[in-house]
């Protein structure tokens, strides 16, 4: 069955960086569009990061400028790389696959429609 699988979570200061993998299980990479997604306490789930399967990125304006989508299909996984980290950044970030999955970027999600990974922390705090 199809897995996704977070990982590279943790706590970190303000200005620092991160970088989040997403490996996949299940299905082939080469043909499909991954979403990164987060939600903070409190708050709804959103769409900040997307890579299809032509290694197309689409980012929230949240992230831009920030963060950046990457993949290797070789190795089943997609990254975020997360920079100059603010405290408003502190969620539980997904990875989360299906058709069209990147026009959830920018958006609030409440109907997880899909496969998503269990997600994994992260905290910005000093």
């Known amino acids: 069955q199809v897995q996704l699988v977070e990982s590279g979570g943790g706590l970190v200061q303000p200005g620092g960086s991160l970088r989040l993998s997403c490996t996949v299980s299940?299905?082939?990479?080469?043909?499909?569009?991954i979403g990164w997604f987060r939600q903070a306490p409190g708050k709804e789930r959103e769409g900040i990061a997307c890579?299809?399967?032509?290694?197309?990125?689409y980012y929230a304006d949240s992230v831009k400028d920030r963060f950046t989508v990457s993949r290797d299909n070789a190795k089943s996984t997609v990254y975020l790389q997360m920079n100059r980290l603010k405290p408003e950044d502190t969620a539980v970030y997904y990875c989360?696959?299906?058709?069209?999955?990147?026009?959830?970027?920018?958006?609030?999600?409440?109907?997880?429609?899909?496969?998503w990974g269990q997600g994994t922390q992260v905290t910005v705090s000093s």
């Open positions: 989360a696959t299906r058709s069209s999955i990147c026009s959830d970027v920018g958006r609030r999600v409440d109907v997880f429609r899909g496969y």
């Open positions: 299940g299905l082939n990479l080469d043909y499909s569009d």
């Open positions: 890579s299809t399967d032509y290694d197309n990125k």
